[in-house]
């Protein structure tokens, strides 16, 4: 257990099933000579803030790797949990039941961290852990800038062929960039979330929900065989290679 400054008795969550259509074991895919699942176990081993550290997993591949890198796997998840269709607060509820159990006590809050946002840095979760132990927030959430496509800029087809602005109200379609309201999506990095809020209003992203804006340069997202080839680029550039 990594000791730091939070009153927050957390628990981090690493969701890592075995099926994967868009690329074969992604999880534990080659990325600058570690598994893609490495990058993320580091970063909860090195945050300060994280208490526990888990890897939720339904593959005994997976599994191992994981605990070659230094993480608890405490359990084979269930299969009903590991399907396409099974949901993140599912999966994190499951292991926050299952540790709740083993360990004979409650945690505050639980952080997921999704193994295919592999840029994250340990301080971002300790500031996502820190700013939810020191507000009244239900979750922090890690958000980037939405940049070239933001909303003013998309339309809907009309059953007529014709374009509609998607936003209502945009008076000029072809704003410089510069003059756009500020939009963000979540990177998929960080999701902190209080037990209350996963429990009484059964979701990850509560409805006082506050955001953490990550640097756009370390905003990968590992989904499709393009997004893998970026990471590996991106990694270059780090100098992780």
Same mark, same amino acid.
């Given at each position: ?12 969550? &690493? ?27 580091? /970063? ?11 890897? =939720? ?5 997976? /599994? ?7 993480? +608890? ?9 590991? @399907? ?31 193994? @295919? @946002? ?29 940049? /070239? ?43 902190? @979330? ?8 059964? =979701? ?8 953490? &804006?990550?640097?756009?340069?370390? /905003? ?6 393009? +997004? ?14």
């Amino acid at each position: 257990m990594n000791k730091g400054r939070s009153s927050l008795k957390s628990l981090a969550v &690493i969701p890592a099933r075995c099926g994967s259509k868009s690329i074969a074991r992604k999880n534990i895919v080659d990325l600058g000579g570690k598994p893609l699942i490495a990058y993320t176990i580091e /970063a909860a081993r090195e945050a300060q803030l994280v208490g526990d550290f888990i890897v =939720s997993t339904d593959c005994e591949e997976i /599994a191992a790797v994981a605990k070659a890198f230094g993480a +608890d796997v405490p359990f084979i998840r269930p299969s009903q949990l590991a @399907t396409d269709s099974a949901d993140s607060l599912s999966v994190v509820r499951h292991a926050l039941n299952f540790m709740e159990e083993k360990r004979g006590s409650m945690y505050d809050a639980v952080v997921l961290l999704q193994p @295919t @946002t592999p840029f994250r840095k340990p301080s971002l979760i300790d500031r996502a852990l820190r700013l939810l132990s020191e507000s009244k927030l239900d979750s922090v959430v890690s958000v980037v800038d939405v940049g /070239a496509s933001h909303p003013y800029r998309m339309y809907s087809i009309c059953q007529n062929g014709v374009l509609a602005p998607f936003v209502d109200g945009v008076d000029d379609p072809m704003m410089p960039r510069q003059k756009l309201p500020q939009v963000y999506i979540r990177s998929g990095d960080i999701y902190a @979330t209080r037990r209350s809020c996963l429990l009484e209003q059964k =979701s990850l992203i509560g409805r006082r929900s506050g955001g953490l &804006i990550i640097d756009p340069e370390y /905003a990968v997202n590992i989904d499709e065989p393009m +997004d893998l080839e970026v990471a590996r680029l991106k990694l270059r550039e780090l100098g992780g290679v």
